[in-house]
């Protein structure tokens, strides 16, 4: 296999949390992709060594002051700093969510006035942190965007709810809630958003089944998704 027909990788950086066999990751079948043979390590960003560069320097040190200043220690807050591909990332302890968030909003020198959201991520591989709660935020008063990220066991997955913070928070916590189990405590409403109330199980999790029906298909039948045959 040519090296230059190899996907994209972050190179040797990064933490690596599972390795990938194939070029899709399935597996229980025959190969007929001509991937099979392709093994790559998954990895997350590592932190990033200052200096950050650009308004990011300016960003953090405004954080970490407005924290040591509420007698919170920036170092027990903030798990890790990250950019990665020219963006911002404050890897934050779930128990310190609302305070940083709140911090963020409220500080003169950084105003991120908005949360755009909150998604939901599932990383069966991160042992002990599977589940990863990603928030969005924009500033308009300093035209700035970052991110708050933030990580929870599948044996324990709760977070504490920002809808205190950024009301608009609401529906995308309850669409998290919904699609990966992620409990946000204080939330005023936690209920599902799409899928019924007596729905089992979270659809949007790695590890969860594909499921389906047969089709009949000019005569030929199609096996439910995960019934098919995988090409690894």
């Known amino acids: 296999m040519n090296a230059q027909n190899l996907p994209g990788q972050r190179g040797d950086h990064g933490e690596v949390?599972?390795?990938?066999?194939?070029?899709?990751?399935?597996?229980?079948?025959?190969?007929?992709?001509?991937?099979?043979?392709?093994?790559?390590?998954?990895?997350?960003?590592?932190?990033?060594?200052?200096?950050?560069?650009?308004?990011?320097?300016?960003?953090?040190?405004?954080?970490?002051?407005?924290?040591?200043?509420?007698?919170?220690?920036?170092?027990?807050v903030i798990e890790k700093?990250?950019?990665?591909?020219?963006?911002?990332?404050?890897?934050?302890?779930?128990?310190?969510?609302?305070?940083?968030?709140?911090?963020?909003?409220?500080?003169?020198?950084?105003?991120?006035?908005?949360?755009?959201?909150?998604?939901?991520?599932?990383?069966?591989?991160d042992q002990g942190r599977e589940l990863?709660?990603?928030?969005?935020?924009?500033?308009?008063?300093?035209?700035?965007?970052?991110?708050?990220?933030?990580?929870?066991?599948?044996?324990d997955p709760h977070v504490p709810s920002l809808v205190g913070v950024y009301p608009t928070n609401d529906w995308h916590e309850r669409e998290a809630y919904d699609f990966f189990g992620m409990v946000f405590d204080g939330h005023p409403a936690l209920t599902r958003i799409m899928m019924p109330d007596d729905w089992q199980g979270f659809p949007q999790r790695k590890d969860y089944p594909l499921g389906g029906i047969p089709v009949e298909y000019k005569g030929a039948q199609i096996p439910a998704p995960d019934q098919r045959r995988s090409y690894t």
């Open 17 to 76: 949390i599972a390795t990938r066999r194939g070029m899709f990751g399935a597996s229980g079948g025959g190969d007929t992709s001509g991937y099979g043979g392709l093994v790559r390590s998954v990895r997350l960003p590592g932190a990033t060594s200052r200096p950050y560069g650009g308004w990011f320097d300016e960003v953090a040190d405004e954080l970490e002051g407005a924290l040591d200043e509420q007698g919170l220690v920036p170092e027990n």
């Open 81 to 125: 700093t990250v950019v990665d591909r020219d963006e911002l990332t404050f890897h934050i302890e779930r128990e310190y969510l609302p305070a940083v968030a709140q911090t963020l909003r409220d500080d003169p020198a950084l105003r991120f006035e908005l949360c755009t959201g909150v998604s939901g991520v599932h990383f069966p591989g």
């Open 132 to 155: 990863h709660a990603v928030y969005h935020l924009r500033s308009i008063t300093h035209n700035r965007l970052i991110r708050l990220e933030v990580s929870a066991p599948d044996a």
